[in-house]
T-cell receptor, first 117, second 109 residues
Framework: SAVISQKPSRDICQRGTSLTIQCQVD?????MFWYRQQPGQSLTLIAT?????????ESGFVIDKFPISRPNLTFSTLTVSNMSPEDSSIYLC??????????????FGPGTRLTVT | QKEVEQNSGPLSVPEGAIASLNCTYS??????FFWYRQYSGKSPELIMS????GDKEDGRFTAQLNKASQYVSLLIRDSQPSDSATYLC?????????FGSGTRLLVRP
């Protein structure tokens, strides 16, 4: 597995503001992902963070709301823009490590708990 | 819409018993399947991955896969109170994971 850190671990923000979440991995990885886990719910993939190119967003998520950067193979950021209380969630980054014939095993960072007031 | 279904529980078992957690999925093309454990307030932790039909054992955990029935299960033998958590089933779909809603397991001392 890999050691993954996220900053901040939690934050309370006012509506209309933006927050940038950082994800750092202790080794170079090709696949990095950003997920959201709303209160009492399971994980939903926001986007795949691609190194050197634009992120690939899932249905229902757009770049203007969740801009993502991936400047190198160990670091990524997710920004939650123009926040509303509905954005209150845990945001998790994950990395994919090759371990299966046609897939990656994904390991998660500790998460960022965001509360929007 | 590709889906992964789990019984939300809670599944309550006595200490020392076998806990059986089940998951069904809709995408017949999926090849890899994962079980994550998530303690309250923590991030998901990968505990098992499986891609071949049959059983895969790791310590007290056994994952079972039946692709024909589109069914994955996780057995936890000799359940301990420390196993009390939410167990998430995840299915690989083109290198992305689709998660079930999770089953909450309670192991009674």
């Amino acid at each position: 597995s890999a050691v993954i850190s996220q900053k901040p671990s939690r934050d309370i923000c006012q509506r209309g503001t933006s927050l940038t979440i950082q994800c750092q991995v202790d080794s170079q990885v090709t696949m990095m992902f950003w997920y959201r886990q709303q209160p009492g719910q399971s994980l939903t993939l926001i986007a795949t963070a691609n190194q050197g190119s634009e992120a690939t967003y899932e249905s229902g998520f757009v770049i203007d709301k969740f801009p993502i950067s991936r400047p190198n193979l160990t670091f990524s950021t997710l920004t939650v823009s123009n926040m509303s209380p509905e954005d209150s969630s845990i945001y998790l980054c994950s990395v994919g490590l090759a371990g299966l014939p046609s897939s990656y095993e994904q390991y998660f960072g500790p998460g960022t708990r965001l509360t929007v007031t | 819409q590709k889906e992964v279904e789990q019984n939300s529980g809670p599944l309550s078992v006595p200490e020392g018993a076998i806990a059986s957690l089940n998951c069904t999925y809709s995408d017949r093309g999926s090849q890899s399947f994962f079980w994550y454990r998530q303690y309250s307030g923590k991030s998901p932790e990968l505990i098992m991955s499986i891609y071949s039909n049959g059983d895969k054992e790791d310590g007290r955990f056994t994952a079972q896969l039946n692709k024909a029935s589109q069914y994955v299960s996780l057995l936890i033998r000799d359940s301990q109170p420390s196993d009390s958590a939410t167990y998430l089933c995840a299915v690989d779909s083109s290198y992305k994971l689709i998660f079930g809603s999770g089953t909450r397991l309670l192991v009674r001392p």
